[in-house]
């Protein structure tokens, strides 16, 4: 049988991708993105900063912190999706986030960006382990990503045999003392202005610090 992250990488990558990359395109950025509007709240200047977006999509977002100067990376499981990023001028690779292709202690901000919860509940110990390699002793990690108090599952509405997983993403680094959550907003996953308490509507920020 084969595993979520081998599907994404022999095409549901691609599918996805193709799915929702007019969505994505049309985003107006950075006020129609809750991760762009934090950390413009959080940086005046972005021109120091090395940022790594995992699950990067076409890049729109990575694009829009490049215009800000910022040194930008991203991964993501579809080839066509790191062929739009790289036609922006940016570097991507293909990958999954439990082996990054970057060296340790390299980025100022890691941004794993709604792509958790597709991953193999296997490979958790693996991600949590590669993000806080690649991140700087003193940094940032982002997390936008489906939200439950508890660990849940549902099947995957697009192809069979594939899940989606909810839970709260930041304890998979919050028992660790180098790590701080700084900020959490609980959004309706279809409209991230907007708060919710229903529970299957869940989307969450999460901004934590990273302090050796």
Request: net charge negative; hydrophobic share 40%; with cysteine.
């Amino acid at each position: 049988m084969s595993t979520q992250k081998e599907v994404f990488l022999k095409g549901e990558g691609n599918a996805w991708y193709g799915r929702n990359k007019e969505t994505l395109s049309e985003r107006c950025l950075p006020d129609g993105d809750i991760v762009l509007t934090e950390l413009v709240n959080l940086f005046s200047d972005f021109s120091e900063l090395k940022i790594l977006e995992i699950g990067c999509g076409g890049g729109e977002r990575l694009s829009w912190l490049k215009l800000q100067g910022a040194d930008v990376f991203g991964i993501d499981p579809s080839s066509d999706a790191i062929d739009a990023v790289i036609d922006k001028g940016i570097s991507a690779k293909i990958g999954t986030a439990d082996n990054l292709p970057y060296d340790e202690n390299t980025f100022d901000i890691v941004i794993a960006g709604f792509c958790l919860y597709l991953c193999d509940r296997q490979d958790l110990f693996l991600i949590n382990s590669e993000i806080n390699r690649v991140l700087k002793p003193t940094s940032w990690l982002i997390i936008l990503d489906f939200y439950n108090k508890n660990h849940t599952s549902n099947s995957y509405t697009h192809l069979e045999g594939v899940y989606s997983f909810k839970m709260d993403y930041s304890s998979m680094f919050t028992w660790h003392p180098d790590y701080f959550l700084m900020l959490q907003k609980i959004v309706d996953h279809g409209d991230f202005k907007n708060l919710t308490d229903l529970e299957n509507d869940m989307m969450c920020f999460q901004l934590l610090r990273k302090n050796e």
